[in-house]
């Protein structure tokens, strides 16, 4: 099993001929993901041609899916005008919309969250690294050679990080990882995707990467104390941040004593999980869990 995405999973990319949605359209295809269709208006009824695969380009994410049975968009469209390009998705239904950009404000990005409320439409993102479910599908720009399939699910504020502790733990591989991005407003949170992986079957363990700022962690502990039985192990990135700097992600903000990695890291342990102070250190107490 894997969540949110898997090898039927039909995909679409909505900013496909730009120099990033190309490249990494092109390493989607390569690593098995089932891309049926892009979406650039300017250039509809066009192909594009990656390596032999010949791909549509719409005019819309509603034809995309009318004509080619896409229910995955995953979205490189510059900040301006990312925004249009998730309603538009949302509008159109699509199950799952995968928002990698960077940079979007804070305004546009509540603004096409509080748009996909009580739609069909889950949002991953923005300014995140998608996600994999490895073997069978690869939605965004996560490196698909540096794991295999496995019995871990794993939930990350952080690219880096994310690929980090895949490579760790790539012996033991993974069922779907899953970068939700360090932005202040995101879609899928570490709650829905803990949720997720308590109900899928093959999921024996999960690791949670967060970091400084916000609250969300807090969250997630309280979470599991109440809901999760499979065992979970933790990072906080930024321990080491020194007070009162702004650091990395736009929601990496502290104040006062909320959202310290201390915290973060003590309201988990008490939710019963284990937190590493090193990426590598929590791959060895998930080694430890799992075994192998």
């Not at 730009?18 to 089932?34: I, N, P, Y």
């Not at 940079?103 to 990005?109: E, L, M, N, Q, T």
Request: proline residues 5%.
């Amino acid at each position: 099993m894997s969540i949110f995405l898997n090898e039927n999973s039909k995909v679409i990319v909505q900013g496909m001929t730009g120099s990033e949605g190309s490249k990494h359209t092109q390493r989607m295809l390569a690593s098995g993901t089932a891309i049926v269709g892009g979406v650039n208006p300017r250039k509809a009824g066009t192909t594009v041609d990656f390596d032999g695969a010949s791909v549509p380009v719409f005019g819309g994410v509603a034809e995309a899916m009318k004509e080619t049975g896409a229910d995955v968009s995953v979205i490189f469209v510059p900040p301006p005008f990312a925004k249009a390009a998730v309603i538009e998705a949302v509008d159109a239904g699509i199950g799952l919309a995968v928002v990698i950009t960077e940079g979007i404000p804070v305004h546009d990005s509540t603004y096409f969250w509080a748009h996909a409320q009580g739609s069909s439409t889950r949002i991953i993102g923005p300014n995140c690294p998608g996600l994999i479910s490895p073997g069978r599908s690869n939605a965004g720009i996560i490196p698909a050679n540096i794991t295999q399939e496995g019995r871990i699910g794993l939930v990350s504020k952080s690219g880096t990080l994310t690929y980090q502790m895949m490579y760790e733990l790539r012996d033991i591989g993974f069922s779907t990882a899953i970068g939700i991005g360090g932005d202040p407003v995101i879609g899928t949170t570490h709650i829905d995707a803990l949720q997720a992986f308590q109900e899928d079957p093959e999921t024996e363990a999960i690791v949670m990467i967060g970091e400084i700022g916000g609250d969300a962690e807090e969250r997630a502990a309280d979470y599991i104390k109440a809901n999760v039985t499979k065992p979970v192990v933790g990072y906080v990135a930024g321990f080491t941040a020194p007070e009162g700097k702004t650091m990395g992600h736009a929601g990496a903000i502290v104040s006062g004593s909320a959202g310290t990695a201390q915290a973060k890291k003590e309201a988990l342990e008490a939710a019963g999980v284990r937190v590493g102070k090193t990426p590598s250190e929590t791959a060895r107490l998930m080694r430890e869990i799992v075994g192998g």
